[in-house]
């Protein structure tokens, strides 16, 4: 038809649709690419570590560079300073020159004053003002270079590892921090669409974990996005001759560090919490001002590595027809029984007969010796309603995930915030639609945490810092939980929540995968679960220490009375003692002779009678004090190093069995009483003649031995 338009049909490569959608990967805005760009080197630096059991070790540097730096260093042609103000002046700035007489700078010199003078806040009263710069808001130019102690690339797969979108090695059910094969390819291609720079990268793969590899790889590529290939600028081997271990990333990228700096930093803080294992440095040097320098480090708290996840088959209640097509494609069973036994977790062989005589229920194509090869996609739609229904499977296993551990998280807690009181609580692993997850929680209280109730999540051990508003551990902390019943003001205490989720498949909500939604009804409630634990330990604990504290507000208010009470009980009984001995009256008990006698003799006087009433105050409150210490070494034996000993009564400094504790009972003592328990020797044939066996039971072992 005349003036019909014919449309073009074109396909896209998946490096170059993300290119195009960035966002999707977290490449959001310049500042927020930076941020990625280190946080995704940062994570492959830890997953390559991890996975030859090596205790990671990961530095960052961060190099501001201005765009004459920047121009100088690429080569380009052409003057840095602008002839034409006002063709790079903004609509704002034109407004406001034009409103109150501010003249655009004419230098970049100039520029650099005004900043200067800006941050100082020594500009010169009654000077002409100029219209404020955009210097510090604008984007800039960063050499980043990320560092890490992991298993390295092999020569020849370095290319391909990070010039191949969407290729990867973390497909499979199981619990990683990566799983789409994007990270550094994103990093890659944010560099080339805001520097065009290529990558540089130096690598040192291991034969064998905790060996030095033999040879280091040089390769400088960026990534041809219509092709989805690597186009590699030097790939080169040599040897190594210097002991290099790990990868070592370079590469230039467009960011704004201002903007997105604290994110940054407060991304590494976060790390170094969930992963106390490892060590990190991160130096930033900036363009201009080395006063705005930053320099921090978070040394290795732990050698307690949590265990490498586990990959399975998948459970058969998160399958799909899609997912179940896959599975048969890849099968190498030969029977459609032995398929449902090996190529999916949680059947057994009973449930799985049940399962094929439900399938073959009207419908005579199905036998326990068909192959997995014969079944068309009418069925395949058929096994997936069956699967997804059927309640009889043993839940999904556990060992596909890899939780930092209560250990972990308290060593992170500790070193970051140095809190007063801090509790920790771990869900046994649960799933939901056949997808594994665990949940771990602390609560820290006082010491340098932030002021109010705070929210620290985690998904996978990675930190999430946005969005946090409709993240389900938010809402849980913020709402779901009655802080005032676990004596919790959120406003006047300072309280720190921790929350972190593990998962085969994190259910994250928005394109970004910045925070878990809360219509996982079980995640909710394992979540809840945790913070309720560790909310009853503080509650626990903040009662003691107020009925300690009411305990020494009392004695203080007996104490203050101690002297004119005892002045005044002396001085009555002086009084009827006098009385007596001047009418000749003999005392009427022994208690009154003694008194009468004491104090004939002055040994008793209102000043020893008020340090005998204060003595006895005093005695109450390190009675009240010892239980809560006790308490508390008993607690931390239970999970440390708790010991059962037995103790025997002592009579003269003999054995005497027929007094003291229930030695059919093991009584138990925190390990830092039981110093003494070395000390112990055997009994004499006399001593244990003593032991009165009709009322004291003998223990199951030998009472003498500290078990």
Not at 133 to 141: L, P, V
Not at 163 to 183: D, W
Not at 363 to 375: Q, V
Not at 631 to 651: H, T, V
């Amino acid at each position: 038809m005349p003036g019909h338009k014919v449309e073009k049909q074109r396909q896209k490569s998946p490096a170059e649709f993300f290119a195009e959608n960035a966002a999707i990967a977290g490449f959001d805005n310049p500042g927020k690419s930076l941020y990625t760009t280190i946080r995704e080197l940062v994570e492959n630096g830890l997953d390559a570590a991890e996975s030859v059991r090596t205790l990671p070790s990961i530095s960052v540097t961060v190099r501001e560079m201005s765009m004459s730096e920047f121009n100088k260093m690429r080569g380009v042609a052409g003057s840095n300073s602008r002839q034409d103000k006002d063709l790079f002046a903004s609509k704002k700035e034109k407004q406001a020159r034009k409103k109150k007489g501010f003249e655009l700078e004419d230098s970049d010199e100039e520029e650099e004053e005004e900043a200067a003078a800006s941050s100082s806040g020594q500009a010169a009263a009654g000077k002409k003002r100029k219209a404020p710069s955009t210097a510090d808001a604008a984007d800039m130019y960063y050499a980043v270079t990320v560092k890490d102690n992991g298993c390295g690339m092999a020569h020849s797969a370095v290319p391909n590892l990070l010039g191949i979108v969407l290729s990867g090695s973390k497909y499979g059910v199981r619990q990683t921090r990566g799983k789409f094969g994007l990270g550094a390819k994103m990093a890659l291609i944010w560099s080339k669409k805001s520097t065009g720079v290529p990558v540089r990268v130096k690598s040192a793969h291991m034969l064998a974990p905790g060996t030095t590899p033999p040879f280091v790889s040089t390769c400088v590529l960026d990534i041809d996005i219509y092709k989805n290939q690597p186009r590699t600028e030097l790939h080169e081997k040599e040897a190594n001759d210097e002991g290099f271990v790990g990868t070592e990333f370079e590469l230039v990228v467009g960011g704004n560090w201002k903007k997105y700096g604290q994110h940054i930093k407060r991304y590494l803080q976060q790390l170094a919490i969930i992963t106390p294992y490892a060590a990190f440095s991160f130096s930033f040097v900036p363009a201009v001002s080395s006063a705005k320098a930053v320099s921090f480090s978070y040394p290795r708290r732990s050698d307690n590595m949590p265990e490498e996840s586990r990959e399975i088959a998948h459970h058969p209640s998160s399958v799909n027809n899609l997912l179940v097509q896959q599975i048969i494609d890849v099968s190498k069973q030969k029977t459609l029984l032995n398929f449902l036994l090996n190529d999916f977790s949680g059947i057994r062989r009973a449930v799985a007969n049940r399962v094929i005589t439900e399938l073959s229920n009207g419908d005579e194509d199905w036998s326990a010796d068909m192959s997995p090869k014969e079944i068309d996609p009418k069925q395949i739609t058929r096994l997936c309603q069956i699967l997804t229904s059927v309640k009889e499977f043993a839940p999904p296993d556990g060992k596909c995930l890899s939780p930092a551990g209560e250990y972990n998280m308290r060593l992170g807690i500790e070193q970051m915030y140095s809190p007063d009181l801090l509790f920790t609580q771990s869900e046994n692993a649960s799933s939901y639609e056949g997808h594994p997850f665990a949940i771990e929680a602390a609560v820290a209280f006082g010491g340098k945490c932030r002021e109010k109730l705070n929210v620290t999540r985690f998904a996978n051990r990675i930190p999430l810092l946005f969005e946090g508003g409709g993240d389900v551990s938010s809402k849980v902390v913020n709402k779901g939980i009655d802080w005032k019943a676990y004596s919790v003001d959120k406003e006047a205490h300072r309280v720190e929540v921790f929350v972190s989720v593990v998962s085969t498949k994190i259910p994250y909500k928005g394109t970004g995968k910045e925070y878990i939604g809360d219509d996982i009804e079980p995640i909710k409630a394992s979540i809840k679960k945790a913070i309720q634990g560790c909310c009853r330990q503080l509650k626990e604990v903040l009662g003691k220490k107020k009925h300690l504290s009411d305990i020494k507000t009392r004695r203080n208010k007996i104490v203050k009375y101690v002297p004119d009470a005892s002045k005044a009980v002396f001085e009555m009984l002086k009084a009827m003692t006098d009385r007596k001995a001047a009418n000749n009256v003999e005392p009427s008990s022994a208690f009154e002779r003694t008194i009468t006698d004491d104090i004939k003799a002055k040994k008793f006087t209102a000043k020893s009678f008020a340090a005998k009433l204060s003595e006895l105050v005093d005695t109450e409150l390190s009675k009240a004090e010892d239980q809560d210490i006790f308490d508390k070494e008993k607690k931390q034996g239970i999970s440390a190093n708790e010991q059962d000993i037995f103790i025997r009564a002592m009579q003269d400094g003999k054995f005497d069995w027929s007094k003291g504790v229930d030695l059919g009972k093991t009584v138990f003592v925190p390990a830092a009483k039981c110093v003494e328990a070395s000390k112990f020797r055997e009994l004499t044939e006399e001593e244990k003649k003593l032991r009165v066996v009709e009322e004291v039971p003998p223990p199951k072992s030998d009472p003498m031995e500290v078990s």
